[in-house]
Protein backbone atom coordinates (compact mmCIF):
# COMPACT_ATOMS: atom_id res chain seq x y z
CA UNK A 1 0.00 0.00 0.00
CA UNK A 2 1.23 3.66 -0.85
CA UNK A 3 1.70 5.85 1.87
CA UNK A 4 -0.94 8.64 1.90
CA UNK A 5 0.00 12.14 4.03
CA UNK A 6 -2.43 12.56 6.66
CA UNK A 7 -3.67 16.57 7.20
CA UNK A 8 -1.72 16.58 10.40
CA UNK A 9 1.69 15.83 9.12
CA UNK A 10 0.71 17.75 6.15
CA UNK A 11 0.02 20.65 8.39
CA UNK A 12 3.01 20.08 10.39
CA UNK A 13 5.33 20.43 6.85
CA UNK A 14 3.55 23.68 6.34
CA UNK A 15 4.36 24.62 10.13
CA UNK A 16 7.85 24.25 9.54
CA UNK A 17 8.25 25.83 6.40
CA UNK A 18 6.60 28.78 7.74
CA UNK A 19 8.78 28.94 11.05
CA UNK A 20 12.14 28.73 8.80
CA UNK A 21 13.83 31.76 7.61
CA UNK A 22 12.78 32.45 4.15
CA UNK A 23 14.27 30.86 0.97
CA UNK A 24 14.19 32.98 -2.13
CA UNK A 25 14.38 32.60 -5.85
CA UNK A 26 14.51 36.30 -7.68
CA UNK A 27 14.47 36.10 -11.47
CA UNK A 28 15.16 39.35 -13.67
CA UNK A 29 15.41 42.89 -12.68
CA UNK A 30 18.44 43.06 -9.72
CA UNK A 31 15.96 45.59 -8.10
CA UNK A 32 14.05 42.71 -6.22
CA UNK A 33 17.44 41.48 -5.11
CA UNK A 34 19.11 44.40 -3.77
CA UNK A 35 15.79 44.78 -1.66
CA UNK A 36 16.47 41.42 -0.69
CA UNK A 37 19.91 42.31 -0.04
CA UNK A 38 19.03 45.07 2.33
CA UNK A 39 16.75 43.18 4.42
CA UNK A 40 19.45 40.35 5.25
CA UNK A 41 17.19 37.65 3.09
CA UNK A 42 19.05 35.01 1.68
CA UNK A 43 18.65 34.59 -2.19
CA UNK A 44 19.50 32.95 -5.39
CA UNK A 45 19.35 35.05 -8.49
CA UNK A 46 17.96 34.38 -12.02
CA UNK A 47 19.19 36.06 -14.97
CA UNK A 48 16.28 35.66 -16.72
CA UNK A 49 15.61 38.23 -19.88
CA UNK A 50 12.73 38.01 -22.36
CA UNK A 51 13.69 36.63 -25.64
CA UNK A 52 14.92 39.31 -28.09
CA UNK A 53 14.83 41.80 -25.47
CA UNK A 54 10.92 41.78 -25.78
CA UNK A 55 11.08 42.68 -29.18
CA UNK A 56 7.64 40.99 -30.84
CA UNK A 57 8.57 41.30 -33.69
CA UNK A 58 12.33 39.64 -33.20
CA UNK A 59 10.56 37.18 -30.83
CA UNK A 60 8.03 36.51 -34.32
CA UNK A 61 11.31 35.96 -36.37
CA UNK A 62 12.39 33.61 -33.98
CA UNK A 63 9.52 31.44 -33.40
CA UNK A 64 9.04 31.37 -37.35
CA UNK A 65 12.61 29.41 -37.47
CA UNK A 66 11.60 27.22 -34.55
CA UNK A 67 9.48 25.50 -37.25
CA UNK A 68 12.75 24.93 -39.09
CA UNK A 69 14.10 23.76 -35.84
CA UNK A 70 15.36 19.94 -36.90
CA UNK A 71 16.48 21.13 -40.44
CA UNK A 72 18.78 23.61 -38.62
CA UNK A 73 19.76 21.91 -35.76
CA UNK A 74 21.61 19.11 -38.95
CA UNK A 75 22.91 21.93 -40.57
CA UNK A 76 24.07 23.39 -37.58
CA UNK A 77 25.55 19.84 -36.66
CA UNK A 78 27.32 19.63 -40.17
CA UNK A 79 28.92 23.26 -40.12
CA UNK A 80 30.01 22.46 -36.53
CA UNK A 81 32.22 19.30 -37.57
CA UNK A 82 33.64 21.19 -40.49
CA UNK A 83 34.66 23.50 -38.09
CA UNK A 84 36.70 22.13 -35.32
CA UNK A 85 37.46 18.94 -37.21
CA UNK A 86 39.85 20.97 -39.60
CA UNK A 87 43.27 20.14 -39.59
CA UNK A 88 45.45 23.22 -40.64
CA UNK A 89 49.03 23.00 -41.21
CA UNK A 90 51.51 26.33 -41.86
CA UNK A 91 52.91 24.67 -45.72
CA UNK A 92 54.28 27.91 -46.65
CA UNK A 93 55.31 31.61 -47.41
CA UNK A 94 55.31 33.32 -50.83
CA UNK A 95 54.58 36.68 -52.01
CA UNK A 96 50.48 37.16 -52.49
CA UNK A 97 51.10 37.45 -56.20
CA UNK A 98 52.16 33.83 -56.22
CA UNK A 99 49.98 32.20 -53.20
CA UNK A 100 46.43 34.00 -53.59
CA UNK A 101 47.24 35.24 -57.74
CA UNK A 102 46.85 38.78 -56.33
CA UNK A 103 47.34 41.60 -59.15
CA UNK A 104 49.34 44.59 -59.26
CA UNK A 105 47.84 47.64 -58.08
CA UNK A 106 44.89 45.61 -55.81
CA UNK A 107 45.26 46.30 -51.94
CA UNK A 108 43.10 44.02 -49.64
CA UNK A 109 42.73 45.61 -46.59
CA UNK A 110 40.68 44.39 -43.11
CA UNK A 111 36.88 44.28 -42.51
CA UNK A 112 33.55 43.72 -44.92
CA UNK A 113 33.47 45.92 -48.11
CA UNK A 114 34.18 49.54 -47.88
CA UNK A 115 34.42 52.83 -50.20
CA UNK A 116 37.76 55.10 -49.84
CA UNK A 117 35.87 58.27 -48.53
CA UNK A 118 34.42 55.96 -45.40
CA UNK A 119 37.91 54.55 -44.72
CA UNK A 120 38.88 55.45 -41.02
CA UNK A 121 42.04 57.65 -41.07
CA UNK A 122 44.44 54.66 -40.02
CA UNK A 123 43.33 52.36 -42.76
CA UNK A 124 43.71 55.28 -45.08
CA UNK A 125 47.00 56.25 -43.83
CA UNK A 126 47.89 52.17 -44.63
CA UNK A 127 46.65 52.04 -47.87
CA UNK A 128 48.44 54.95 -49.00
CA UNK A 129 51.82 53.80 -47.11
CA UNK A 130 51.37 50.22 -49.28
CA UNK A 131 50.71 51.88 -52.30
CA UNK A 132 54.13 53.75 -51.81
CA UNK A 133 56.06 50.27 -50.70
CA UNK A 134 55.27 48.47 -53.67
CA UNK A 135 56.48 51.92 -55.74
CA UNK A 136 53.12 52.66 -57.55
CA UNK A 137 53.82 56.16 -55.93
CA UNK A 138 56.39 58.27 -54.40
CA UNK A 139 54.51 60.31 -52.05
CA UNK A 140 50.94 60.10 -50.12
CA UNK A 141 49.46 62.83 -52.08
CA UNK A 142 50.11 60.51 -55.86
CA UNK A 143 49.15 57.88 -53.92
CA UNK A 144 45.69 59.24 -53.00
CA UNK A 145 45.56 60.64 -56.69
CA UNK A 146 45.71 56.56 -58.09
CA UNK A 147 42.83 55.32 -55.36
CA UNK A 148 40.45 58.57 -56.28
CA UNK A 149 41.25 58.20 -59.63
CA UNK A 150 40.31 54.25 -59.75
CA UNK A 151 43.68 52.89 -60.63
CA UNK A 152 43.97 51.12 -57.59
CA UNK A 153 41.55 48.42 -56.53
CA UNK A 154 40.61 47.94 -52.49
CA UNK A 155 39.24 45.15 -51.43
CA UNK A 156 38.26 42.70 -48.37
CA UNK A 157 41.21 40.01 -48.02
CA UNK A 158 38.36 37.26 -47.11
CA UNK A 159 37.50 37.95 -50.60
CA UNK A 160 40.71 36.83 -51.37
CA UNK A 161 40.89 33.49 -49.15
CA UNK A 162 42.94 35.97 -46.68
CA UNK A 163 42.67 37.31 -43.41
CA UNK A 164 44.74 40.51 -42.15
CA UNK A 165 45.35 41.75 -38.36
CA UNK A 166 44.17 45.64 -38.30
CA UNK A 167 44.08 47.27 -41.37
CA UNK A 168 44.83 43.88 -42.92
CA UNK A 169 46.95 45.23 -45.76
CA UNK A 170 47.75 43.07 -48.10
CA UNK A 171 49.56 43.82 -51.40
CA UNK A 172 51.36 41.63 -54.63
CA UNK A 173 54.71 41.39 -53.14
CA UNK A 174 53.83 41.25 -49.39
CA UNK A 175 54.99 37.86 -48.24
CA UNK A 176 51.86 35.81 -46.99
CA UNK A 177 51.86 32.73 -44.54
CA UNK A 178 49.59 29.94 -46.60
CA UNK A 179 47.69 27.72 -44.01
CA UNK A 180 46.50 24.24 -45.68
CA UNK A 181 43.27 22.78 -44.12
CA UNK A 182 44.93 18.69 -44.59
CA UNK A 183 40.85 18.02 -43.86
CA UNK A 184 39.26 19.81 -46.61
CA UNK A 185 42.03 20.88 -49.09
CA UNK A 186 41.27 24.45 -48.64
CA UNK A 187 44.45 27.04 -47.97
CA UNK A 188 43.96 30.57 -46.20
CA UNK A 189 46.59 33.47 -46.01
CA UNK A 190 48.28 36.01 -43.43
CA UNK A 191 50.85 38.20 -43.52
CA UNK A 192 53.90 38.18 -41.79
CA UNK A 193 53.20 40.05 -38.42
CA UNK A 194 55.40 42.89 -38.17
CA UNK A 195 56.31 42.78 -34.64
CA UNK A 196 55.86 45.81 -32.29
CA UNK A 197 56.71 49.75 -32.73
CA UNK A 198 55.84 51.34 -35.50
CA UNK A 199 53.70 49.01 -37.71
CA UNK A 200 51.80 48.64 -40.84
CA UNK A 201 48.69 47.16 -39.38
CA UNK A 202 48.34 50.23 -36.78
CA UNK A 203 48.20 52.78 -39.47
CA UNK A 204 51.84 53.80 -39.32
CA UNK A 205 53.23 54.93 -42.05
CA UNK A 206 56.58 56.56 -42.30
CA UNK A 207 60.10 55.46 -43.81
CA UNK A 208 60.30 52.79 -41.09
CA UNK A 209 57.77 51.08 -41.81
CA UNK A 210 58.35 50.57 -45.25
CA UNK A 211 62.03 49.05 -44.80
CA UNK A 212 60.14 46.41 -42.34
CA UNK A 213 57.94 45.77 -45.05
CA UNK A 214 60.95 45.45 -47.18
CA UNK A 215 63.37 43.13 -45.14
CA UNK A 216 60.14 41.05 -44.81
CA UNK A 217 59.87 40.74 -48.40
CA UNK A 218 63.32 40.09 -49.51
CA UNK A 219 64.26 38.00 -46.43
CA UNK A 220 62.57 37.26 -43.65
CA UNK A 221 59.93 35.74 -45.87
CA UNK A 222 61.68 33.35 -48.71
CA UNK A 223 63.66 32.28 -45.40
CA UNK A 224 60.65 31.25 -44.34
CA UNK A 225 59.18 29.90 -47.21
CA UNK A 226 62.02 27.71 -47.71
CA UNK A 227 61.87 26.29 -43.92
CA UNK A 228 58.37 25.43 -44.14
CA UNK A 229 59.10 23.83 -47.56
CA UNK A 230 61.43 21.62 -45.80
CA UNK A 231 59.12 20.43 -43.27
CA UNK A 232 56.67 19.39 -44.79
CA UNK A 233 54.54 21.57 -43.08
CA UNK A 234 53.53 22.30 -39.32
CA UNK A 235 50.31 21.13 -37.33
CA UNK A 236 48.60 23.96 -36.10
CA UNK A 237 45.21 22.44 -34.50
CA UNK A 238 48.01 20.43 -31.51
CA UNK A 239 50.03 23.46 -31.35
CA UNK A 240 47.17 25.85 -30.97
CA UNK A 241 45.67 23.28 -28.41
CA UNK A 242 48.95 22.95 -26.37
CA UNK A 243 49.33 27.10 -26.32
CA UNK A 244 45.83 27.32 -24.48
CA UNK A 245 46.33 25.07 -21.70
CA UNK A 246 49.76 27.04 -21.29
CA UNK A 247 47.94 30.52 -20.87
CA UNK A 248 47.03 31.67 -24.23
CA UNK A 249 43.74 32.81 -26.15
CA UNK A 250 45.50 33.13 -28.75
CA UNK A 251 44.46 37.02 -30.14
CA UNK A 252 46.01 39.02 -27.29
CA UNK A 253 48.45 36.08 -25.87
CA UNK A 254 50.21 34.79 -27.98
CA UNK A 255 53.54 33.72 -25.84
CA UNK A 256 53.25 30.54 -25.90
CA UNK A 257 51.92 29.87 -29.20
CA UNK A 258 54.80 31.88 -30.41
CA UNK A 259 57.45 30.12 -28.77
CA UNK A 260 55.86 26.56 -30.07
CA UNK A 261 55.62 27.73 -33.50
CA UNK A 262 59.22 29.35 -33.13
CA UNK A 263 60.68 25.77 -31.32
CA UNK A 264 59.52 23.85 -34.55
CA UNK A 265 60.53 25.99 -37.03
CA UNK A 266 63.70 26.84 -36.07
CA UNK A 267 66.09 23.90 -37.35
CA UNK A 268 64.19 24.00 -40.84
CA UNK A 269 65.05 27.79 -40.87
CA UNK A 270 68.81 26.52 -39.67
CA UNK A 271 68.79 24.35 -42.45
CA UNK A 272 67.69 27.19 -45.28
CA UNK A 273 69.42 30.55 -44.28
CA UNK A 274 72.34 30.56 -46.05
CA UNK A 275 74.33 32.89 -44.15
CA UNK A 276 74.95 32.92 -39.94
CA UNK A 277 73.59 36.39 -39.82
CA UNK A 278 70.45 36.06 -41.14
CA UNK A 279 69.41 33.05 -39.11
CA UNK A 280 70.19 35.48 -36.34
CA UNK A 281 68.01 38.30 -37.42
CA UNK A 282 64.92 35.96 -37.98
CA UNK A 283 65.87 34.24 -34.60
CA UNK A 284 65.85 37.91 -32.71
CA UNK A 285 62.69 38.62 -34.86
CA UNK A 286 59.96 35.59 -34.18
CA UNK A 287 62.35 36.05 -30.10
CA UNK A 288 61.36 39.73 -29.69
CA UNK A 289 57.96 39.18 -30.87
CA UNK A 290 55.12 37.67 -28.62
CA UNK A 291 52.17 38.38 -31.00
CA UNK A 292 54.51 36.54 -33.85
CA UNK A 293 51.79 33.79 -33.85
CA UNK A 294 48.97 36.05 -34.39
CA UNK A 295 48.93 36.06 -38.24
CA UNK A 296 49.21 32.04 -38.45
CA UNK A 297 46.11 31.55 -35.55
CA UNK A 298 44.19 33.48 -38.24
CA UNK A 299 44.93 31.90 -41.08
CA UNK A 300 44.42 28.86 -39.10
CA UNK A 301 40.80 30.00 -38.00
CA UNK A 302 39.83 30.85 -41.99
CA UNK A 303 41.30 27.48 -43.06
CA UNK A 304 39.21 26.15 -40.67
CA UNK A 305 35.88 28.39 -40.90
CA UNK A 306 35.71 28.71 -44.49
CA UNK A 307 34.44 25.09 -45.13
CA UNK A 308 31.68 25.52 -42.60
CA UNK A 309 29.37 27.08 -45.13
CA UNK A 310 26.59 24.59 -45.18
CA UNK A 311 22.85 25.60 -46.38
CA UNK A 312 20.27 26.61 -43.81
CA UNK A 313 22.98 26.58 -40.79
CA UNK A 314 23.01 29.59 -38.64
CA UNK A 315 26.27 29.44 -37.00
CA UNK A 316 28.58 32.73 -37.83
CA UNK A 317 31.58 32.01 -39.47
CA UNK A 318 33.08 35.25 -39.91
CA UNK A 319 33.41 38.62 -38.03
CA UNK A 320 35.60 41.23 -39.30
CA UNK A 321 35.95 45.27 -38.75
CA UNK A 322 37.37 47.52 -40.89
CA UNK A 323 37.41 50.81 -38.47
CA UNK A 324 34.42 52.05 -39.82
CA UNK A 325 31.70 49.40 -39.85
CA UNK A 326 31.59 45.30 -38.10
CA UNK A 327 30.39 42.66 -40.57
CA UNK A 328 29.59 39.10 -40.31
CA UNK A 329 28.65 36.44 -42.72
CA UNK A 330 26.43 33.48 -41.58
CA UNK A 331 26.87 29.48 -42.56
CA UNK A 332 23.87 28.86 -44.36
CA UNK A 333 23.67 32.41 -45.90
CA UNK A 334 27.43 32.36 -47.98
CA UNK A 335 29.07 35.27 -48.99
CA UNK A 336 26.98 37.93 -48.02
CA UNK A 337 28.00 40.10 -45.72
CA UNK A 338 25.55 41.82 -42.59
CA UNK A 339 27.41 44.70 -41.37
CA UNK A 340 26.08 47.79 -38.95
CA UNK A 341 28.94 50.52 -37.33
CA UNK A 342 31.76 49.02 -35.37
CA UNK A 343 32.16 50.08 -31.84
CA UNK A 344 34.86 51.50 -30.15
CA UNK A 345 36.98 48.76 -27.47
CA UNK A 346 37.08 49.79 -24.16
CA UNK A 347 40.74 49.14 -22.00
CA UNK A 348 43.94 50.15 -21.23
CA UNK A 349 45.40 52.75 -23.29
CA UNK A 350 49.67 53.10 -23.10
CA UNK A 351 50.79 56.24 -21.21
CA UNK A 352 49.72 59.43 -23.30
CA UNK A 353 46.86 58.08 -24.38
CA UNK A 354 43.41 57.56 -23.13
CA UNK A 355 39.99 56.64 -24.81
CA UNK A 356 39.49 60.28 -27.01
CA UNK A 357 42.37 59.07 -29.05
CA UNK A 358 40.98 55.25 -29.75
CA UNK A 359 39.77 54.71 -33.27
CA UNK A 360 36.61 52.34 -33.37
CA UNK A 361 37.97 48.59 -34.11
CA UNK A 362 39.67 47.20 -36.63
CA UNK A 363 40.88 43.47 -37.83
CA UNK A 364 40.08 40.33 -39.60
CA UNK A 365 41.59 39.07 -36.01
CA UNK A 366 37.92 38.49 -34.67
CA UNK A 367 38.40 35.23 -36.71
CA UNK A 368 39.76 33.75 -33.75
CA UNK A 369 37.04 34.37 -31.87
CA UNK A 370 34.86 32.79 -34.62
CA UNK A 371 36.66 29.52 -33.80
CA UNK A 372 36.26 28.74 -30.46
CA UNK A 373 39.20 31.45 -29.13
CA UNK A 374 39.67 34.32 -28.20
CA UNK A 375 37.26 36.31 -25.87
CA UNK A 376 35.44 33.03 -25.87
CA UNK A 377 38.19 31.29 -24.35
CA UNK A 378 39.32 34.36 -21.93
CA UNK A 379 38.98 31.61 -19.01
CA UNK A 380 42.23 30.14 -19.71
CA UNK A 381 44.14 33.37 -20.19
CA UNK A 382 42.87 35.43 -16.76
CA UNK A 383 46.43 37.26 -17.44
CA UNK A 384 44.55 38.81 -20.82
CA UNK A 385 41.59 39.63 -18.84
CA UNK A 386 43.68 41.54 -16.67
CA UNK A 387 45.97 43.05 -19.41
CA UNK A 388 42.66 44.62 -20.92
CA UNK A 389 40.81 46.52 -18.58
CA UNK A 390 38.51 43.33 -18.06
CA UNK A 391 39.23 42.26 -14.44
CA UNK A 392 41.00 39.14 -13.45
CA UNK A 393 39.91 35.43 -12.74
CA UNK A 394 36.11 35.55 -11.94
CA UNK A 395 35.66 38.27 -14.71
CA UNK A 396 37.67 36.01 -17.22
CA UNK A 397 35.60 32.82 -16.41
CA UNK A 398 32.66 34.88 -16.97
CA UNK A 399 33.71 35.98 -19.86
CA UNK A 400 33.81 32.18 -21.30
CA UNK A 401 30.73 31.16 -19.90
CA UNK A 402 28.88 34.13 -21.41
CA UNK A 403 29.60 32.90 -24.61
CA UNK A 404 28.47 29.53 -23.96
CA UNK A 405 24.94 31.18 -23.84
CA UNK A 406 25.05 31.95 -27.72
CA UNK A 407 27.20 28.82 -28.42
CA UNK A 408 26.01 25.27 -29.51
CA UNK A 409 28.66 22.92 -28.27
CA UNK A 410 32.29 23.03 -26.44
CA UNK A 411 35.35 22.54 -28.76
CA UNK A 412 37.04 18.96 -29.19
CA UNK A 413 40.29 19.51 -29.27
CA UNK A 414 40.57 23.32 -28.06
CA UNK A 415 40.06 22.35 -23.93
CA UNK A 416 40.71 25.02 -20.75
CA UNK A 417 42.40 23.29 -17.82
CA UNK A 418 40.68 25.80 -15.51
CA UNK A 419 37.10 24.69 -16.79
CA UNK A 420 37.95 20.69 -15.69
CA UNK A 421 39.44 20.50 -19.00
CA UNK A 422 36.12 21.58 -20.78
CA UNK A 423 35.96 22.47 -24.20
CA UNK A 424 36.21 26.19 -25.21
CA UNK A 425 32.45 27.33 -25.99
CA UNK A 426 32.28 27.52 -29.98
CA UNK A 427 29.61 27.42 -32.68
CA UNK A 428 28.32 31.08 -32.54
CA UNK A 429 24.33 30.77 -33.12
CA UNK A 430 23.13 34.01 -34.78
CA UNK A 431 19.47 32.81 -32.99
CA UNK A 432 21.19 32.83 -29.90
CA UNK A 433 22.94 36.05 -30.02
CA UNK A 434 19.24 37.93 -30.89
CA UNK A 435 17.14 35.77 -28.48
CA UNK A 436 19.64 36.62 -25.73
CA UNK A 437 21.36 40.19 -26.83
CA UNK A 438 24.47 38.91 -26.06
CA UNK A 439 27.08 39.44 -28.47
CA UNK A 440 30.11 37.89 -28.43
CA UNK A 441 33.26 39.35 -27.28
CA UNK A 442 36.21 40.45 -28.65
CA UNK A 443 39.62 40.61 -27.51
CA UNK A 444 41.17 43.43 -29.70
CA UNK A 445 44.46 46.26 -29.45
CA UNK A 446 43.64 49.36 -30.29
CA UNK A 447 44.96 51.78 -32.92
CA UNK A 448 45.55 56.20 -32.51
CA UNK A 449 42.67 57.50 -34.61
CA UNK A 450 44.88 59.84 -35.96
CA UNK A 451 47.09 58.42 -38.96
CA UNK A 452 50.63 57.75 -38.22
CA UNK A 453 50.06 57.05 -34.20
CA UNK A 454 49.71 53.51 -34.50
CA UNK A 455 48.89 51.19 -31.46
CA UNK A 456 47.77 52.98 -28.18
CA UNK A 457 46.53 50.31 -26.19
CA UNK A 458 44.46 47.00 -26.03
CA UNK A 459 41.20 45.75 -24.72
CA UNK A 460 37.90 44.69 -25.08
CA UNK A 461 35.17 45.19 -27.70
CA UNK A 462 31.79 43.60 -28.04
CA UNK A 463 29.85 42.77 -32.00
CA UNK A 464 27.32 45.32 -32.61
CA UNK A 465 23.92 43.31 -32.38
CA UNK A 466 22.56 45.18 -35.58
CA UNK A 467 24.80 42.80 -37.43
CA UNK A 468 23.07 39.63 -36.10
CA UNK A 469 19.63 41.29 -36.41
CA UNK A 470 20.53 41.59 -40.15
CA UNK A 471 21.18 37.75 -40.25
CA UNK A 472 18.08 37.03 -38.62
CA UNK A 473 16.29 38.50 -40.88
CA UNK A 474 17.70 36.94 -43.82
CA UNK A 475 17.44 33.57 -42.27
CA UNK A 476 13.68 33.79 -41.40
CA UNK A 477 12.84 34.97 -44.91
Avoid at 111 to 122: K, L, Q, R, S, V
Avoid at 439 to 468: D, E, M, S, W, Y
Wanted: hydrophobic share 45%; charged share 20%; with cysteine.
Amino acid sequence: MSAVATPSAENSRVSALLDGPPRVVDIGLDLFGRELDRLGVSRVHVDWRPPAGADPRLASLLARLLTRRADIEVANAEALRRLVEGEPALVDCRPAREAIGLPEHVVLHAGPPIEWPDMCAPLQAAVLCAIRYEGWAGDDERARDLVERGAITLAPCHHWRSVGPMTGIITASMPVLVVENRAHGNRAHATINEGLGKVLRFGANDESVIARLGWLRDEAGPAFGAALRASGGIELRPLMARALSMGDEMHQRNVAASSLLGRALMPHLARAARETTVLARLAEFIGGNDQFFLNVAMAAGKAMADPAFVAGSTLVVTMARNGTDFGIRVSGLGERWFIAPVNTPRGLYFPGHGPDDANPDIGDSAIVETIGLGGGAMAASPAVARFVGAGGVAEALAATAEIGEITIAEHPHFRIPALDDRGAPVGIDARRVVETGITPLINTGIAGKIAGTGQIGAGVVRAPLACFIQALEALSS
